[in-house]
Protein backbone atom coordinates (compact mmCIF):
# COMPACT_ATOMS: atom_id res chain seq x y z
CA UNK A 1 0.00 0.00 0.00
CA UNK A 2 1.06 3.29 -0.78
CA UNK A 3 2.39 5.57 2.22
CA UNK A 4 -0.58 8.53 2.59
CA UNK A 5 0.57 12.31 2.57
CA UNK A 6 -1.79 14.22 5.17
CA UNK A 7 -3.18 17.25 3.68
CA UNK A 8 -3.81 19.83 6.20
CA UNK A 9 -6.10 22.77 5.34
CA UNK A 10 -5.34 26.47 6.15
CA UNK A 11 -7.99 28.26 4.13
CA UNK A 12 -9.56 29.39 7.74
CA UNK A 13 -6.21 30.60 8.88
CA UNK A 14 -3.51 31.59 6.43
CA UNK A 15 -5.95 31.55 3.12
CA UNK A 16 -8.19 34.30 5.48
CA UNK A 17 -5.90 36.38 7.10
CA UNK A 18 -5.21 37.63 3.32
CA UNK A 19 -6.48 41.00 2.21
CA UNK A 20 -9.89 40.33 0.29
CA UNK A 21 -10.81 37.06 1.98
CA UNK A 22 -11.96 37.55 5.71
CA UNK A 23 -14.80 35.49 6.64
CA UNK A 24 -17.87 35.68 9.42
CA UNK A 25 -17.98 33.05 11.75
CA UNK A 26 -21.02 31.58 9.79
CA UNK A 27 -18.73 31.59 6.72
CA UNK A 28 -16.49 30.09 8.05
CA UNK A 29 -18.28 27.57 9.55
CA UNK A 30 -19.77 26.65 6.11
CA UNK A 31 -16.27 26.53 4.67
CA UNK A 32 -15.36 24.16 7.49
CA UNK A 33 -17.88 21.76 6.66
CA UNK A 34 -17.27 21.60 3.12
CA UNK A 35 -13.53 20.33 4.04
CA UNK A 36 -14.84 17.83 6.44
CA UNK A 37 -16.92 16.18 3.06
CA UNK A 38 -13.60 17.06 1.19
CA UNK A 39 -11.79 14.84 4.40
CA UNK A 40 -9.16 16.61 4.74
CA UNK A 41 -6.98 15.63 7.74
CA UNK A 42 -6.80 18.57 9.69
CA UNK A 43 -8.70 21.62 9.28
CA UNK A 44 -6.58 25.09 11.43
CA UNK A 45 -9.70 26.80 12.13
CA UNK A 46 -7.72 30.21 12.90
CA UNK A 47 -5.81 31.96 15.02
CA UNK A 48 -7.62 32.21 18.83
CA UNK A 49 -5.76 34.72 20.00
CA UNK A 50 -5.73 37.21 17.10
CA UNK A 51 -9.69 38.07 18.08
CA UNK A 52 -12.62 37.10 20.06
CA UNK A 53 -14.72 36.63 16.41
CA UNK A 54 -11.57 33.96 15.38
CA UNK A 55 -11.76 32.49 18.94
CA UNK A 56 -15.51 31.80 18.34
CA UNK A 57 -15.01 30.50 15.22
CA UNK A 58 -12.82 28.13 16.35
CA UNK A 59 -15.33 27.10 19.59
CA UNK A 60 -18.03 26.64 17.15
CA UNK A 61 -16.13 24.42 14.59
CA UNK A 62 -14.52 22.55 17.32
CA UNK A 63 -18.10 21.75 18.48
CA UNK A 64 -20.09 21.07 15.21
CA UNK A 65 -17.39 19.86 12.82
CA UNK A 66 -16.72 15.91 12.95
CA UNK A 67 -13.76 14.15 10.91
CA UNK A 68 -10.61 16.04 10.89
CA UNK A 69 -8.23 17.17 13.44
CA UNK A 70 -9.45 21.03 14.48
CA UNK A 71 -6.48 23.16 15.16
CA UNK A 72 -5.59 26.79 16.35
CA UNK A 73 -2.42 28.51 15.57
CA UNK A 74 -0.45 29.91 18.45
CA UNK A 75 2.72 31.82 18.82
CA UNK A 76 5.32 30.34 21.28
CA UNK A 77 4.03 32.76 24.03
CA UNK A 78 1.63 31.63 27.38
CA UNK A 79 -1.49 33.79 26.54
CA UNK A 80 -1.87 32.70 22.56
CA UNK A 81 -1.31 29.02 23.61
CA UNK A 82 -3.76 29.08 26.38
CA UNK A 83 -6.04 30.96 23.92
CA UNK A 84 -5.58 28.03 21.81
CA UNK A 85 -6.16 25.37 24.09
CA UNK A 86 -9.29 27.11 25.78
CA UNK A 87 -10.98 27.32 22.08
CA UNK A 88 -10.20 23.71 21.11
CA UNK A 89 -11.41 22.26 24.47
CA UNK A 90 -14.80 20.32 22.53
CA UNK A 91 -13.46 19.10 20.09
CA UNK A 92 -13.52 15.44 19.23
CA UNK A 93 -9.57 15.48 17.61
CA UNK A 94 -7.36 19.31 18.35
CA UNK A 95 -4.04 20.12 17.48
CA UNK A 96 -2.06 23.15 18.85
CA UNK A 97 0.01 24.93 16.14
CA UNK A 98 3.17 26.74 17.84
CA UNK A 99 5.28 29.04 15.22
CA UNK A 100 8.56 30.80 16.27
CA UNK A 101 10.70 32.53 13.95
CA UNK A 102 13.93 30.82 13.13
CA UNK A 103 15.91 32.46 10.17
CA UNK A 104 18.15 35.16 11.12
CA UNK A 105 15.98 38.12 9.84
CA UNK A 106 13.49 37.08 12.32
CA UNK A 107 15.60 36.53 15.01
CA UNK A 108 17.39 39.63 14.98
CA UNK A 109 14.64 42.00 13.80
CA UNK A 110 11.21 41.08 14.13
CA UNK A 111 12.28 38.89 17.86
CA UNK A 112 15.58 40.27 19.12
CA UNK A 113 16.88 36.73 20.54
CA UNK A 114 19.54 34.92 20.10
CA UNK A 115 19.48 31.16 18.98
CA UNK A 116 19.63 29.82 22.52
CA UNK A 117 17.00 32.03 23.68
CA UNK A 118 14.97 30.63 20.85
CA UNK A 119 15.98 27.31 21.46
CA UNK A 120 14.41 27.94 24.76
CA UNK A 121 11.22 29.50 23.68
CA UNK A 122 10.49 26.49 21.43
CA UNK A 123 11.35 23.85 24.55
CA UNK A 124 8.78 25.77 26.33
CA UNK A 125 6.17 26.91 24.54
CA UNK A 126 5.91 22.77 22.83
CA UNK A 127 5.66 21.58 26.43
CA UNK A 128 2.89 23.71 27.41
CA UNK A 129 1.13 23.02 24.21
CA UNK A 130 1.46 19.45 24.93
CA UNK A 131 -0.53 19.87 28.74
CA UNK A 132 -3.66 21.36 26.57
CA UNK A 133 -3.30 18.85 23.34
CA UNK A 134 -1.26 15.56 22.70
CA UNK A 135 -1.26 16.18 18.91
CA UNK A 136 1.50 19.68 18.86
CA UNK A 137 2.56 21.50 15.44
CA UNK A 138 6.05 23.39 15.89
CA UNK A 139 6.73 25.62 12.65
CA UNK A 140 10.04 26.82 12.13
CA UNK A 141 8.88 30.21 10.56
CA UNK A 142 11.00 31.20 7.64
CA UNK A 143 12.67 27.79 7.64
CA UNK A 144 13.93 28.52 4.02
CA UNK A 145 16.17 30.85 5.09
CA UNK A 146 17.80 29.48 8.24
CA UNK A 147 21.08 28.20 8.65
CA UNK A 148 20.98 24.53 8.11
CA UNK A 149 22.61 23.49 11.13
CA UNK A 150 20.26 25.79 13.42
CA UNK A 151 17.26 24.40 11.61
CA UNK A 152 18.12 20.71 12.18
CA UNK A 153 18.85 21.89 16.06
CA UNK A 154 15.36 23.63 16.49
CA UNK A 155 13.25 20.60 14.96
CA UNK A 156 15.00 18.44 17.02
CA UNK A 157 14.77 20.26 20.17
CA UNK A 158 10.65 20.42 19.24
CA UNK A 159 10.51 16.73 18.56
CA UNK A 160 12.24 16.58 21.99
CA UNK A 161 9.67 18.92 23.85
CA UNK A 162 6.82 16.39 22.27
CA UNK A 163 5.62 18.43 18.86
CA UNK A 164 4.03 15.11 17.14
CA UNK A 165 4.49 16.97 13.60
CA UNK A 166 7.81 19.42 12.19
CA UNK A 167 6.41 21.65 9.78
CA UNK A 168 9.19 23.43 7.39
CA UNK A 169 7.22 26.65 6.09
CA UNK A 170 8.77 28.60 2.66
CA UNK A 171 7.52 31.17 4.47
CA UNK A 172 8.18 34.12 1.74
CA UNK A 173 8.15 31.53 -1.02
CA UNK A 174 11.57 31.82 -1.88
CA UNK A 175 12.69 28.53 -2.52
CA UNK A 176 12.64 26.31 -5.55
CA UNK A 177 12.15 22.30 -6.05
CA UNK A 178 15.82 21.16 -6.70
CA UNK A 179 16.40 23.39 -3.20
CA UNK A 180 13.10 21.94 -1.43
CA UNK A 181 13.97 18.29 -2.37
CA UNK A 182 17.44 18.20 -1.03
CA UNK A 183 16.40 20.27 1.96
CA UNK A 184 13.91 17.61 3.43
CA UNK A 185 15.94 14.84 2.30
CA UNK A 186 18.67 16.41 4.60
CA UNK A 187 16.34 16.93 7.66
CA UNK A 188 14.98 13.61 7.28
CA UNK A 189 18.29 12.47 8.10
CA UNK A 190 20.22 14.77 10.34
CA UNK A 191 16.78 15.63 13.07
CA UNK A 192 16.52 13.59 15.92
CA UNK A 193 13.13 12.96 15.99
CA UNK A 194 11.04 9.19 17.19
CA UNK A 195 9.79 7.51 14.14
CA UNK A 196 6.18 8.80 14.10
CA UNK A 197 7.08 12.56 13.96
CA UNK A 198 5.78 13.93 10.50
CA UNK A 199 7.56 16.41 8.39
CA UNK A 200 5.60 18.84 6.80
CA UNK A 201 5.48 21.34 4.14
CA UNK A 202 3.59 24.85 3.71
CA UNK A 203 4.91 26.56 0.46
CA UNK A 204 3.77 30.21 -0.31
CA UNK A 205 3.46 31.53 -3.76
CA UNK A 206 5.45 34.17 -4.39
CA UNK A 207 7.41 32.83 -6.93
CA UNK A 208 4.84 31.17 -8.37
CA UNK A 209 6.40 27.84 -7.16
CA UNK A 210 4.30 26.79 -4.47
CA UNK A 211 2.53 23.55 -5.74
CA UNK A 212 5.94 22.65 -7.31
CA UNK A 213 7.76 23.06 -4.25
CA UNK A 214 5.39 20.90 -2.10
CA UNK A 215 5.50 18.07 -4.73
CA UNK A 216 8.98 18.50 -4.58
CA UNK A 217 8.93 18.50 -0.61
CA UNK A 218 6.76 15.26 -0.72
CA UNK A 219 9.35 13.45 -2.52
CA UNK A 220 11.96 14.30 -0.08
CA UNK A 221 10.11 12.68 2.83
CA UNK A 222 7.71 15.24 3.81
CA UNK A 223 4.09 13.78 4.67
CA UNK A 224 1.99 16.33 5.40
CA UNK A 225 1.14 19.14 3.27
CA UNK A 226 -0.26 22.57 4.04
CA UNK A 227 -2.48 24.48 1.71
CA UNK A 228 -5.53 26.04 1.13
CA UNK A 229 -8.92 25.56 -1.65
CA UNK A 230 -7.86 27.92 -4.40
CA UNK A 231 -4.98 28.51 -3.28
CA UNK A 232 -5.43 31.58 -1.27
CA UNK A 233 -2.83 32.72 1.68
CA UNK A 234 -0.71 35.38 2.41
CA UNK A 235 0.27 37.97 -0.82
CA UNK A 236 0.03 35.62 -3.58
CA UNK A 237 -1.26 32.70 -1.63
CA UNK A 238 -0.19 29.10 -0.51
CA UNK A 239 0.03 25.87 -2.12
CA UNK A 240 -3.79 25.33 -3.58
CA UNK A 241 -5.21 22.01 -2.24
CA UNK A 242 -6.77 21.16 -5.44
CA UNK A 243 -3.56 21.68 -7.62
CA UNK A 244 -1.54 19.36 -5.05
CA UNK A 245 -3.94 16.38 -4.24
CA UNK A 246 -5.13 15.51 -8.14
CA UNK A 247 -1.00 16.00 -9.01
CA UNK A 248 -0.77 13.46 -6.52
CA UNK A 249 -3.17 11.27 -7.71
CA UNK A 250 -3.02 11.85 -11.41
CA UNK A 251 0.82 10.93 -11.02
CA UNK A 252 1.05 8.54 -8.44
CA UNK A 253 3.47 6.56 -10.85
CA UNK A 254 5.80 9.07 -10.15
CA UNK A 255 5.29 10.39 -6.08
CA UNK A 256 4.25 6.63 -5.02
CA UNK A 257 1.93 8.12 -2.12
CA UNK A 258 -2.03 9.49 -1.50
CA UNK A 259 -4.09 11.22 0.36
CA UNK A 260 -7.31 10.59 1.78
CA UNK A 261 -9.29 12.95 -0.10
CA UNK A 262 -12.71 12.33 -1.64
CA UNK A 263 -11.75 14.39 -4.51
CA UNK A 264 -15.21 14.15 -5.96
CA UNK A 265 -16.37 17.00 -3.04
CA UNK A 266 -13.59 19.75 -4.69
CA UNK A 267 -15.14 21.36 -7.32
CA UNK A 268 -17.97 21.95 -4.20
CA UNK A 269 -15.12 23.47 -1.76
CA UNK A 270 -13.94 25.38 -4.49
CA UNK A 271 -17.22 26.75 -4.76
CA UNK A 272 -18.06 27.07 -1.19
CA UNK A 273 -15.04 29.05 -0.43
CA UNK A 274 -15.72 31.61 -3.45
CA UNK A 275 -19.25 31.97 -2.44
CA UNK A 276 -18.56 33.36 1.17
CA UNK A 277 -15.10 35.01 0.20
CA UNK A 278 -16.89 36.48 -3.15
CA UNK A 279 -13.82 35.61 -4.62
CA UNK A 280 -13.85 33.32 -7.55
CA UNK A 281 -11.01 31.37 -9.10
CA UNK A 282 -9.35 32.74 -12.27
CA UNK A 283 -11.07 31.19 -15.48
CA UNK A 284 -7.78 29.14 -16.12
CA UNK A 285 -7.14 28.12 -12.63
CA UNK A 286 -5.64 24.54 -12.95
CA UNK A 287 -8.34 21.94 -11.54
CA UNK A 288 -11.16 24.32 -10.61
CA UNK A 289 -11.36 27.50 -12.98
CA UNK A 290 -13.85 27.70 -15.35
CA UNK A 291 -12.07 26.50 -18.44
CA UNK A 292 -10.20 23.63 -16.19
CA UNK A 293 -11.88 20.98 -18.65
CA UNK A 294 -13.83 23.12 -21.34
CA UNK A 295 -12.56 22.93 -25.29
CA UNK A 296 -13.54 25.76 -27.54
CA UNK A 297 -10.93 24.62 -30.10
CA UNK A 298 -12.21 22.68 -32.92
CA UNK A 299 -8.97 20.91 -32.92
CA UNK A 300 -9.09 20.00 -29.43
CA UNK A 301 -13.31 19.34 -29.58
CA UNK A 302 -12.76 16.86 -32.21
CA UNK A 303 -9.92 15.05 -30.30
CA UNK A 304 -12.09 15.03 -27.07
CA UNK A 305 -15.41 13.62 -28.91
CA UNK A 306 -13.02 11.02 -30.18
CA UNK A 307 -11.26 9.77 -26.74
CA UNK A 308 -11.04 12.44 -23.98
CA UNK A 309 -7.74 11.72 -22.90
CA UNK A 310 -6.94 13.01 -26.34
CA UNK A 311 -6.43 16.37 -24.34
CA UNK A 312 -8.17 15.69 -20.62
CA UNK A 313 -5.21 13.70 -18.04
CA UNK A 314 -7.95 13.82 -15.45
CA UNK A 315 -11.96 13.11 -15.81
CA UNK A 316 -14.03 16.21 -14.90
CA UNK A 317 -15.91 14.05 -12.71
CA UNK A 318 -13.02 13.19 -10.29
CA UNK A 319 -13.19 16.80 -9.08
CA UNK A 320 -17.18 16.83 -8.81
CA UNK A 321 -18.08 18.64 -12.00
CA UNK A 322 -20.62 17.31 -14.26
CA UNK A 323 -19.65 18.48 -17.80
CA UNK A 324 -18.76 17.46 -21.18
CA UNK A 325 -16.63 20.41 -22.06
CA UNK A 326 -17.36 21.30 -24.98
CA UNK A 327 -17.53 25.09 -25.46
CA UNK A 328 -19.39 26.14 -28.31
CA UNK A 329 -17.78 29.50 -29.84
CA UNK A 330 -15.86 31.24 -33.16
CA UNK A 331 -13.20 28.43 -32.54
CA UNK A 332 -15.25 25.62 -32.66
CA UNK A 333 -15.53 23.43 -35.65
CA UNK A 334 -18.81 20.82 -37.14
CA UNK A 335 -17.59 17.79 -35.56
CA UNK A 336 -18.64 19.79 -32.01
CA UNK A 337 -21.39 21.58 -33.44
CA UNK A 338 -22.82 18.03 -35.12
CA UNK A 339 -22.04 16.35 -31.82
CA UNK A 340 -23.99 19.20 -29.78
CA UNK A 341 -26.82 18.95 -32.12
CA UNK A 342 -27.62 15.37 -31.47
CA UNK A 343 -27.66 15.97 -28.04
CA UNK A 344 -30.55 18.69 -28.73
CA UNK A 345 -32.33 16.22 -30.82
CA UNK A 346 -30.90 17.59 -33.97
CA UNK A 347 -29.42 15.34 -37.56
CA UNK A 348 -26.98 17.75 -38.86
CA UNK A 349 -25.69 16.55 -42.09
CA UNK A 350 -25.38 17.47 -45.87
CA UNK A 351 -26.33 21.05 -46.73
CA UNK A 352 -28.39 20.98 -43.58
CA UNK A 353 -24.84 21.06 -41.58
CA UNK A 354 -23.38 23.74 -44.01
CA UNK A 355 -26.10 25.95 -43.63
CA UNK A 356 -26.52 25.57 -39.58
CA UNK A 357 -22.55 25.92 -39.29
CA UNK A 358 -22.47 28.97 -41.44
CA UNK A 359 -24.83 30.49 -39.09
CA UNK A 360 -23.45 29.20 -35.57
CA UNK A 361 -19.96 31.05 -36.97
CA UNK A 362 -21.79 34.41 -37.54
CA UNK A 363 -23.38 34.07 -34.49
CA UNK A 364 -20.07 33.00 -32.33
CA UNK A 365 -18.36 36.01 -33.81
CA UNK A 366 -20.90 38.51 -32.55
CA UNK A 367 -21.69 36.89 -29.23
CA UNK A 368 -18.73 34.50 -28.27
CA UNK A 369 -19.84 31.81 -26.83
CA UNK A 370 -22.94 30.23 -28.31
CA UNK A 371 -25.10 29.20 -25.51
CA UNK A 372 -27.91 26.63 -25.36
CA UNK A 373 -30.99 28.71 -26.32
CA UNK A 374 -28.77 30.42 -29.44
CA UNK A 375 -27.98 27.61 -30.33
CA UNK A 376 -32.00 26.20 -30.47
CA UNK A 377 -32.37 29.09 -32.44
CA UNK A 378 -29.86 27.92 -35.32
CA UNK A 379 -31.16 24.22 -34.89
CA UNK A 380 -34.54 25.43 -35.42
CA UNK A 381 -33.59 27.16 -38.84
CA UNK A 382 -34.16 30.54 -37.72
CA UNK A 383 -30.70 31.59 -37.57
CA UNK A 384 -29.84 35.19 -36.21
CA UNK A 385 -33.33 36.13 -35.96
CA UNK A 386 -33.85 33.15 -33.82
CA UNK A 387 -32.99 34.94 -30.77
CA UNK A 388 -36.44 37.36 -31.77
CA UNK A 389 -38.18 34.40 -30.34
CA UNK A 390 -36.67 34.73 -26.77
CA UNK A 391 -36.95 37.78 -23.94
CA UNK A 392 -35.34 41.33 -23.80
CA UNK A 393 -35.18 44.30 -21.73
CA UNK A 394 -37.32 47.18 -22.81
CA UNK A 395 -37.19 49.08 -19.61
CA UNK A 396 -36.27 48.83 -15.64
CA UNK A 397 -37.64 51.45 -13.65
CA UNK A 398 -37.51 51.57 -9.78
CA UNK A 399 -39.17 53.11 -6.62
CA UNK A 400 -37.90 53.69 -3.69
CA UNK A 401 -39.47 52.41 -0.88
CA UNK A 402 -41.50 55.61 1.22
CA UNK A 403 -40.34 53.99 4.42
CA UNK A 404 -37.82 52.27 6.61
CA UNK A 405 -39.96 49.66 6.48
CA UNK A 406 -40.80 48.67 3.10
CA UNK A 407 -38.75 47.10 0.04
CA UNK A 408 -37.95 48.91 -2.90
CA UNK A 409 -40.62 47.88 -5.98
CA UNK A 410 -39.03 46.90 -9.71
CA UNK A 411 -41.34 47.65 -12.92
CA UNK A 412 -39.97 45.53 -15.64
CA UNK A 413 -40.61 45.34 -19.31
CA UNK A 414 -39.76 43.12 -21.84
CA UNK A 415 -40.53 41.98 -25.57
CA UNK A 416 -40.80 38.89 -27.14
CA UNK A 417 -40.89 38.05 -30.54
CA UNK A 418 -44.51 36.44 -30.22
CA UNK A 419 -45.72 37.67 -27.38
CA UNK A 420 -44.80 41.45 -27.53
CA UNK A 421 -44.34 43.64 -25.00
CA UNK A 422 -45.00 42.36 -20.91
CA UNK A 423 -44.79 44.16 -17.69
CA UNK A 424 -44.82 42.88 -14.35
CA UNK A 425 -43.57 44.23 -11.09
CA UNK A 426 -42.39 42.58 -7.82
CA UNK A 427 -40.94 43.62 -4.45
CA UNK A 428 -38.07 42.54 -2.36
CA UNK A 429 -35.50 43.66 -0.06
CA UNK A 430 -33.35 44.86 -2.76
CA UNK A 431 -33.83 46.69 -6.11
CA UNK A 432 -31.83 44.28 -7.78
CA UNK A 433 -33.72 40.84 -6.09
CA UNK A 434 -36.88 43.06 -6.70
CA UNK A 435 -35.99 43.33 -10.62
CA UNK A 436 -34.84 39.68 -10.57
CA UNK A 437 -38.01 38.69 -9.68
CA UNK A 438 -39.81 40.73 -11.89
CA UNK A 439 -37.84 39.14 -14.90
CA UNK A 440 -38.49 35.53 -13.41
CA UNK A 441 -42.68 35.93 -13.43
CA UNK A 442 -43.01 37.51 -16.49
CA UNK A 443 -40.70 34.60 -18.07
CA UNK A 444 -42.03 31.78 -15.85
CA UNK A 445 -38.47 30.53 -14.62
CA UNK A 446 -38.47 30.38 -11.30
CA UNK A 447 -34.56 30.86 -10.33
CA UNK A 448 -32.08 31.89 -7.55
CA UNK A 449 -28.77 33.36 -8.69
CA UNK A 450 -25.88 31.08 -7.48
CA UNK A 451 -23.17 33.33 -8.97
CA UNK A 452 -22.89 37.03 -9.96
CA UNK A 453 -19.17 38.15 -11.24
CA UNK A 454 -18.57 41.98 -12.47
CA UNK A 455 -15.97 43.39 -14.83
CA UNK A 456 -15.43 47.20 -15.55
CA UNK A 457 -14.25 47.47 -18.72
CA UNK A 458 -12.80 51.04 -19.86
CA UNK A 459 -13.76 51.58 -23.40
CA UNK A 460 -12.14 52.75 -26.01
CA UNK A 461 -11.02 56.46 -27.01
CA UNK A 462 -13.50 56.43 -29.93
CA UNK A 463 -15.90 54.77 -27.44
CA UNK A 464 -15.86 57.43 -24.46
CA UNK A 465 -18.21 60.22 -24.17
CA UNK A 466 -18.04 63.96 -24.82
CA UNK A 467 -16.96 64.40 -21.28
CA UNK A 468 -14.08 61.88 -21.87
CA UNK A 469 -14.99 58.95 -19.54
CA UNK A 470 -16.42 55.85 -20.66
CA UNK A 471 -16.73 52.17 -19.70
CA UNK A 472 -18.69 48.90 -20.40
CA UNK A 473 -19.85 46.73 -17.48
CA UNK A 474 -19.33 43.07 -18.11
CA UNK A 475 -21.97 40.49 -15.90
CA UNK A 476 -21.68 36.72 -15.97
CA UNK A 477 -23.95 35.04 -13.78
CA UNK A 478 -24.83 31.54 -13.17
CA UNK A 479 -28.89 30.79 -12.18
CA UNK A 480 -30.04 27.45 -10.26
CA UNK A 481 -33.37 26.20 -11.92
CA UNK A 482 -35.08 23.31 -10.62
CA UNK A 483 -31.53 21.88 -9.45
CA UNK A 484 -29.91 22.35 -12.37
CA UNK A 485 -26.95 25.31 -13.46
CA UNK A 486 -27.48 27.55 -16.08
CA UNK A 487 -25.28 30.74 -17.06
CA UNK A 488 -25.63 33.57 -19.21
CA UNK A 489 -24.13 37.03 -19.95
CA UNK A 490 -24.35 40.31 -21.39
CA UNK A 491 -21.97 43.98 -21.84
CA UNK A 492 -23.71 47.62 -21.23
CA UNK A 493 -22.81 50.95 -20.24
CA UNK A 494 -24.86 50.59 -17.10
CA UNK A 495 -24.66 48.16 -14.37
CA UNK A 496 -28.48 47.23 -13.60
CA UNK A 497 -30.15 46.87 -17.27
CA UNK A 498 -26.58 44.62 -17.61
CA UNK A 499 -27.82 42.64 -14.84
CA UNK A 500 -30.90 41.71 -15.66
CA UNK A 501 -30.08 41.42 -19.38
CA UNK A 502 -27.43 38.75 -17.90
CA UNK A 503 -30.05 37.49 -16.14
CA UNK A 504 -32.70 36.88 -18.94
CA UNK A 505 -30.01 35.12 -20.79
CA UNK A 506 -29.19 32.71 -18.70
CA UNK A 507 -33.04 32.32 -17.84
CA UNK A 508 -33.39 31.95 -21.65
CA UNK A 509 -31.78 29.42 -21.63
CA UNK A 510 -33.02 26.94 -18.74
CA UNK A 511 -36.34 27.91 -20.64
CA UNK A 512 -34.99 26.10 -24.05
CA UNK A 513 -33.65 23.22 -22.12
CA UNK A 514 -37.38 22.90 -20.33
CA UNK A 515 -38.82 23.93 -23.72
CA UNK A 516 -36.62 20.88 -25.58
CA UNK A 517 -37.73 18.52 -22.60
CA UNK A 518 -41.72 18.95 -23.00
CA UNK A 519 -41.28 18.98 -26.80
CA UNK A 520 -38.56 17.37 -28.18
CA UNK A 521 -37.75 18.31 -31.90
CA UNK A 522 -38.05 15.54 -35.07
CA UNK A 523 -34.67 15.06 -36.32
CA UNK A 524 -36.45 15.84 -40.11
CA UNK A 525 -36.68 19.58 -38.76
CA UNK A 526 -33.26 20.36 -38.23
CA UNK A 527 -32.13 23.73 -39.65
Not at 481 to 505: H, K, N, Q, T
Request: glycine share 8%.
Amino acid sequence: MMEQVRIFDTSLRDGEQAPGFSMSEDAKLRVARALAALKVDVIEAGFAAASPGDARSIVRIAEEVEGPVICSLARATDGDIRAAGAALANARRKRIHVFLGTSPIHREAKLELTRAQVLEKIRASVALAREHADDVEFSAEDAIRTERDFLVEALSVAAASGATTLNVPDTVGYTTPDEIYELFRHLSVHVDRPREVVFSAHCHDDLGMAVANSLAAVRGGARQVECAVNGIGERAGNCALEDVVMALRTRADLFGVSTGIDTTKILAASRTLAQVTNSPPPRNKSIVGANAFAHESGIHQHGILKNRETYEIMKPEDIGLATDGIVLGKHSGRHALVARAKGLGFALEGETLDRAFATFKEVADEVGIVDTARLMAILAGSGREGRQSFWSLRKIDIRSPVSAKAWPVARVELEHGERGRVTDLASAPGALDAAFAAVSQIMGVPARVDKLELQYIAADAGERASDGQGANVLIEIVLEVEGELFSGRARARDILPCCLAAYIDAAANAEAVRRLRDTPPKRAEAA
